[in-house]
């Protein structure tokens, strides 16, 4: 349901776009999509919350030896690889996809709720951090900061990837983020 809301509000724009269009468009009730969610933000911001629920499960999982960077880069870039899902609803050209991911993306109820399932992630990706590190989220300050490094590189480069300036996608420019932070940010 979330990528068909994506897709319809890309098309058409958040206002045009009802939860019975994006029931239709998956073959389920309105009353099911509410079932599932209380809006269509929500629905929207899911596969953002997904994606980065599951970095956190492969930081959480990964090989014990492996650098903490490396991991995160790894379980990144595998949220990256196309599923059937997003193979089955192809976007339209990209230039219209990204205009109206740009457009879907200025939504004021839209960001709300982006800021809401961002800080989930954040706690989320601190929580496993602190399990591979043998921090505590709750008192140690290395966790926090690790995750929420990460979503701000993942907020900096969506929002690059928007502005379309580079041309490039964000499979390019959130690992390019990413090998920043693990450098410690040297001057370019």
């Keep these: 349901m979330s990528w068909a809301a994506i897709r319809l509000t890309v098309e058409r724009g958040l206002d045009q776009v009802?939860?019975?269009?994006?029931?239709?468009?998956?073959?389920?009730s309105p009353r099911t999509f509410n079932n599932y969610f209380s809006s269509k933000a929500?629905?929207?911001?899911?596969?953002?919350?997904?994606?980065?629920?599951r970095i956190a499960a492969e930081v959480r999982s990964g090989p014990a030896?492996?650098?903490?960077?490396?991991?995160?880069?790894?379980?990144?870039?595998?949220?990256?690889?196309p599923g059937p899902?997003?193979?089955?609803?192809?976007?339209?050209?990209?230039g219209e996809w990204v205009a109206g991911l740009r457009v879907m993306m200025a939504?004021?109820?839209?960001?709300?709720?982006?800021?809401?399932?961002?800080?989930?992630a954040e706690e989320e990706l601190a929580a496993a951090v602190a399990d591979r590190t043998g921090t505590d989220p709750d008192t140690d300050l290395y966790p926090r900061v690790v995750a929420a490094s990460v979503m701000a590189a993942g907020d900096a480069a969506l929002d690059l990837f928007l502005r379309g300036s580079t041309g490039e996608p964000m499979e390019v420019l959130l690992?390019?983020?990413?090998?920043?932070?693990?450098?410690?940010?040297?001057?370019?």
């Design 85 to 94: 899902e997003v193979l089955r609803m192809p976007p339209q050209e990209p």
């Design 175 to 188: 690992p390019r983020a990413l090998e920043m932070l693990a450098a410690g940010l040297p001057t370019p």
């Design 42 to 53: 929500e629905a929207i911001v899911f596969r953002h919350l997904e994606r980065s629920r």
């Design 65 to 81: 030896g492996e650098p903490m960077w490396e991991a995160i880069g790894r379980a990144v870039l595998r949220q990256f690889e």
């Design 18 to 28: 009802k939860v019975e269009d994006i029931a239709e468009a998956v073959g389920v």
């Design 107 to 120: 939504e004021p109820a839209l960001r709300a709720e982006m800021l809401r399932a961002g800080k989930l």
